[in-house]
């Protein structure tokens, strides 16, 4: 596996002053040995006036957050990270690879949960290039391998999870969003490794049951919720009937038998877990009658 190596480039500002002096230096000499009919000292400023022409193809920019990836004829050298003007021998072959954080959002992906639901789910995944020589010679587009192993990963991490908890499962798509976003970002760093890239976040951007049982799951998840109500209703009603019959007794406001009682109960249940409001029956005979 090849590793980055960082290598200190020459900066470029004294080369540009020596190669342009040389220049001028060199024309003016070739013009002199021209005139003076100097053939051997001409051939050699000629000579000298090529190096010195070919050592102008050194020179290479590096950006803010960018690195230089330095070939020589095939042969991995080393990556230039300092920004700036920079110079190093011409016959290196001189490829920027940005090291910015960037980020990517998949496709919407249709996909079996661990209960076999169909889902679509997408995700944005925030990274950068922390190794050039990885990036550049372990993969053949980096870029590209970060799109097609995030979509695995995320393939691979939904379909080991339901989308929500029915049976007490520890961790859902649905409800679990942290723990989620974590075995994503670590499913996620494992495939790119190899790449020289680190995944600074990765989280869910869309999650929703396919189009052909939306509608049944929404009615699931209606019926649900009305249970989850009714039960907070009916445990809120039998404490207030329990207060109200404890209130009265305790106050010596009437003395209620057991018959009575179960019939008081029996309307403030009414009362307060009917839908509509109740209508008043004013009772002008005996309980008894």
């Not at 499913?187 to 890239?197: M, N, P, S, Y």
């Amino acid at each position: 596996m090849i590793t980055e190596i960082e290598r200190k480039a020459i900066s470029g500002y004294p080369m540009l002053v020596i190669l342009f002096a040389a220049s001028i230096l060199l024309i003016v000499a070739m013009v002199y040995f021209g005139k003076a009919q100097n053939l051997a000292l001409l051939f050699t400023a000629l000579t000298v006036f090529l190096v010195v022409t070919i050592c102008w193809a050194g020179f290479f920019m590096v950006h803010p957050n960018e690195s230089r990836v330095l070939q020589l004829f095939g042969k991995y050298t080393g990556t230039a990270k300092q920004s700036g003007l920079r110079w190093a021998n011409p016959f290196y072959s001189k490829k920027a690879v940005s090291t910015r954080v960037r980020n990517f959002e998949s496709s919407s992906l249709k996909v079996n949960d661990s209960a076999g639901n169909p889902i679509e789910i997408a995700a944005v995944v925030v990274w950068k290039v922390v190794d050039t020589a990885e990036a550049i010679f372990e993969v053949d587009d980096y870029e590209s391998f970060v799109h097609v192993q995030t979509e695995a990963a995320l393939r691979n991490m939904s379909s080991g999870h339901p989308y929500e908890a029915h049976q007490g499962e520890a961790i859902a798509l649905r409800s679990s969003s942290t723990e989620i976003a974590e075995l994503l970002k670590k499913e996620v760093q494992d495939r790119l490794e190899k790449a020289g890239v680190l995944v600074i976040e990765a989280r869910i951007s869309h999650l929703a049951y396919a189009q052909e049982i939306a509608s049944a799951m929404l009615k699931r998840q209606q019926a649900q919720a009305i249970v989850a109500a009714r039960s907070t209703i009916v445990e809120g009603a039998v404490g207030m009937v329990k207060m109200a019959l404890d209130e009265l007794r305790d106050q010596d406001v009437v003395e209620l038998d057991e018959e009575r009682k179960a019939a008081m109960a029996s309307n403030l249940l009414v009362v307060l877990c009917g839908e509509e409001n109740a209508q008043p029956v004013l009772n002008t005979g005996s309980l008894y009658s």
